[in-house]
């Protein structure tokens, strides 16, 4: 099977692609010889995110993804904060910084809301941002990605996600940036309830 590396990983080892032998994903790093595993790295097998006990076999090449260049992945019971995503993603490189942020409007399915409760599966949820924005940076040429997203009570008027991209040109950041929040809501541990003045409703990923 081979084996590909990229940017530090790539420069500590001195090579980015060479021939192993290897029966899981968890037997990559070691096989490798190149000291302590980092922490925050990801595998993909064939281009798609594998866990550590996935089954190898002949002809199968594995990425080693450090972790994203810059930027957060954090969940946050408190306010959040755009300024300090965009202060996450600053770069010299970079000719745009780009934004989202989501809030909570008042009336959602034609109900009116009172407030949300956010919850998310902890530890999942930042590696999804994480997959996520190592993903964007192999698809458009980026500087530094961030995603914060809120857990709890989140009031009408309040802030739920926001995210800050960085690029050398603004098509990149806009186009990662619109990707991010997509791809984070499809794929994201987090689900809010939707309270009504007469009741309430769960509502999963994608909403």
Known sequence: MTVRLFAGLRERAGWSRREIEAATVADVWPALALGDEPSGLLYAVNKSYAPPDTTLADGDEVAVIPPVSGGAFRLS??????DDAVDEVRDERAGAIATFTGTTRIESRGRDVVHLDYEAYEGMAE????????????????????IHHR??????GGTS?????SAPHRADALGACKDAIDRLKERAPLWKKEVYAGG?????RGS
């Not at 019971?77 to 755009?82: A, F, I, R, V």
């Not at 857990?151 to 009408?156: E, K, M, S, Y």
């Open 161 to 165: 996600v926001v995210i800050a991209v």
């Open 151 to 156: 857990t709890g009570r989140v009031q009408i």
């Open 200 to 204: 309430e409703e769960w509502i999963g």
């Open 127 to 146: 590696q999804v941002m994480a997959e996520i924005a190592a993903e964007l940076e192999r698809q458009y040429e980026l500087c530094a990605v961030a």
């Open 77 to 82: 019971d408190g306010e959040l904060s755009l």
